[in-house]
């Protein structure tokens, strides 16, 4: 779990560091339309945004309301794998070395319960 908290803090700080410098020394508007305008731009985008989904998917699984969901994967989409830096962090901290509270957080009581009821 040490090595867990300590890659998704470094990823945070990462994108925290290079989505700054975007803002600072790019801009938005004319360095997304170069994006856009090149093939191999789409296909990076339609591969990031893809990631977003699948990632989102585990959002989706572990979090009990539907707030947090919809809270969590609103920031997926705006701020990207910053924000799945945060999440997995945060869950590393609360699940308290519990690789199961990790993984499957709020589903974890259920999915052991009906695993018990089928053996």
């Known amino acids: 779990m ?3 908290k ?4 470094l990823g945070l700080l990462a994108m925290i560091i290079v989505i700054l410098n975007g803002f600072i020394n790019g801009s938005f508007t004319e360095d ?3 994006l856009l305008a090149n093939p ?8 990031l945004y ?3 989904i699948l990632f989102s998917l585990w959002i989706t ?3 009990k309301t539907m707030q947090a969901r919809i809270f969590w994967i609103t920031l997926m989409m705006v701020f990207g794998f910053l924000t799945a830096s945060l999440y997995i962090l945060l869950t590393a901290y609360q699940s308290k070395g519990n ?10 009581d259920s999915l052991i319960k009906s695993e018990q009821a089928v053996q």
């Open 2 to 4: 040490k090595i867990t």
């Open 6 to 9: 300590i890659v998704s803090g």
């Open 32 to 34: 997304g339309g170069e």
């Open 40 to 47: 191999w731009g789409i296909v990076s985008l339609v591969d």
């Open 50 to 52: 893809v990631g977003f």
């Open 61 to 63: 699984f572990r979090e």
């Open 99 to 108: 690789w199961l509270n990790f993984f499957l957080g709020a589903q974890k």
